[in-house]
């Protein structure tokens, strides 16, 4: 099956940005397969896969079911949280009957030991604080608006600046994952007793683990729900085996 697929060199359209899009275009592509990753252009310096790049939106549903009249396959390969871009590929691949699939890490699971508090969205989460008086934003540049009143807050992580820092927030440019000693070491340095993050799975984890060991409160932001019907895998090796099925 593996062979006759590669020999036939399937057109697969990979919505990317994550480290499971970059490797299943390079896993297609050493197959033979001919790959384009679209990515959206937010991040300075990405890392790129093997295979064609495109860079930028495509204009909303319409325009990604233009783009899907080149190609067999789609894959979704975006984000846990880039909700908006799911939507749009779950309508273009309707619209145009082209197959496609959701490539979705799992998500974190709570431990013994942890103290978390799950909400629907980041506005969410300013509001589930409690009395936490030193807090940690691991949510990347964007949602950071939501938090911007509150003097509580004195570090902010993310890959590019945000629009907007709360008042007295430390801004840390870094890109993951990142070594559990260093999250130790972080949240000592700043006594921070609470962190928002988002459940974005994989191996951002170590953040959760200093904290559970800190017994450091974490508000976990709950992924938004995909779109009713859609395929779903956990990981590039069995999107590669739907590629190629």
């Known amino acids: 099956m593996r062979e006759s697929a590669a020999r036939s060199g399937r057109r697969v359209l990979v919505l990317g940005g994550t480290a499971e899009a970059r490797a299943l275009a390079d896993t297609l592509t050493a197959r033979g397969h001919h790959v ?3 990515l959206a252009g937010r991040t300075r310096d990405p890392r790129l896969p093997a295979g064609e790049i495109r860079t930028g939106g495509f ?7 233009a783009a899907l009249h080149h190609v067999e396959l789609l894959v979704d390969a975006t984000h846990p949280f880039a909700a908006r871009m799911t939507d749009h590929a779950a309508q273009a691949a309707a619209a145009t009957g082209t197959p496609w699939v959701v490539l979705r ?9 942890d103290r978390w508090v799950r909400v629907p ?17 691991a949510i990347g540049r964007q ?4 938090f ?9 992580r993310a890959i590019e600046p945000p629009e ?13 994952p990142f070594d559990p000693d260093d999250e130790r070491a972080l949240l ?4 921070i007793d609470a962190i928002v993050a988002k459940d974005s799975g994989g191996a951002t984890e170590a953040k959760l683990v200093a904290a559970r060991e800190a017994g450091v409160l974490v508000v976990l932001v709950d992924r938004p729900a995909l779109p009713a019907g859609a395929t779903v895998v956990a990981d590039a090796d069995r999107a590669a085996e739907w590629v190629e099925r």
Do not use: K
């Open 36 to 38: 384009t990753t679209s």
């Open 59 to 65: 204009g909303g549903a319409e325009g990604l079911a």
């Open 105 to 113: 890490r799992p998500g974190w699971v709570e431990q013994p030991g």
């Open 121 to 137: 969205t980041t506005g969410a989460a300013a509001s589930a604080l409690g009395d936490a008086a030193r807090v940690f934003l």
């Open 143 to 146: 949602g950071v608006h939501h």
């Open 148 to 156: 911007g009143h509150l003097d509580t807050v004195r570090l902010v």
């Open 164 to 176: 907007v820092l709360p008042p007295h927030a430390h801004l840390i440019l870094a890109r993951g």
């Open 188 to 191: 000592a340095a700043h006594r």
